[in-house]
């Protein structure tokens, strides 16, 4: 499966797949977004597998290996969303104390959408597909409209992990 998603302008996610590794990483994804968040892991093969969509402010523990990609999507409108300030996550090798492993916190945020970006996503969802063409904008904005309207879908043909032993939580209130 191929998705034209772009970690920066050169380098492609499709290109990004799981590597072969016995390190563990143990990561705990908290959504710090308003948003419905898609976690999704990056295969073997590079196929895009939507592991759970996460709901605002609630938070679900990975157990993952180091090599292993994971990127993250609005689960509405499919827009990029970042953690650590990157598109990619590489989970880190495990960190061990006397008692055990430690999960690593791993906080998902919204990114400093360029002044475009933010446009192409106001107009998603108002403008209809075959009207697009009739906007009087420059043709390469009507194309990059149409392009982030076929780079947003791309969740929809994802294949999603079925874990019945993964679960999001709500934080507890301190």
């Known amino acids: 499966m191929s998705t034209s998603l772009k970690k920066g302008p050169e380098i492609?996610?499709?290109r990004l797949r799981s590597k072969g590794s016995y390190l563990h990483s143990y990561i705990?994804?908290?959504?710090?977004?308003q948003r419905l968040v898609d976690i999704v892991w990056l295969n073997h093969e590079g196929v895009s597998v939507r592991y759970k969509t996460?709901?605002?402010?609630?938070?679900v523990d990975v157990n993952t290996?180091?090599?292993?990609?994971?990127?993250?999507?609005?689960?509405?409108?499919g827009d990029k969303l970042v953690v650590q300030l990157k598109e990619v996550f590489e989970p880190p090798a495990h960190c061990y104390e006397r008692d055990g492993a430690v999960r690593r916190v791993v906080m998902i945020?919204?990114?400093v959408y360029s002044l475009k970006e933010c446009c192409l996503?106001?107009?998603?969802?108002?403008?209809?597909?075959n009207y697009m063409e009739n906007l009087e904008l420059p043709r390469t904005l009507i194309t990059e409209l149409k392009n982030s309207l076929k780079r947003n879908r791309f969740l929809s043909t994802v294949?999603?992990?079925?874990?019945?032993?993964t679960s999001a939580h709500q934080p507890a209130n301190h």
């Open 65 to 77: 290996y180091v090599g292993h990609p994971w990127i993250f999507r609005d689960a509405i409108t």
């Open 12 to 14: 492609e996610i499709q």
């Open 159 to 165: 294949e999603t992990v079925q874990n019945s032993n």
């Open 54 to 59: 996460l709901p605002s402010k609630n938070w």
């Open 28 to 33: 705990r994804f908290v959504n710090c977004t």
């Open 121 to 129: 996503q106001t107009l998603r969802p108002i403008v209809p597909a």
């Open 109 to 111: 945020t919204i990114p």
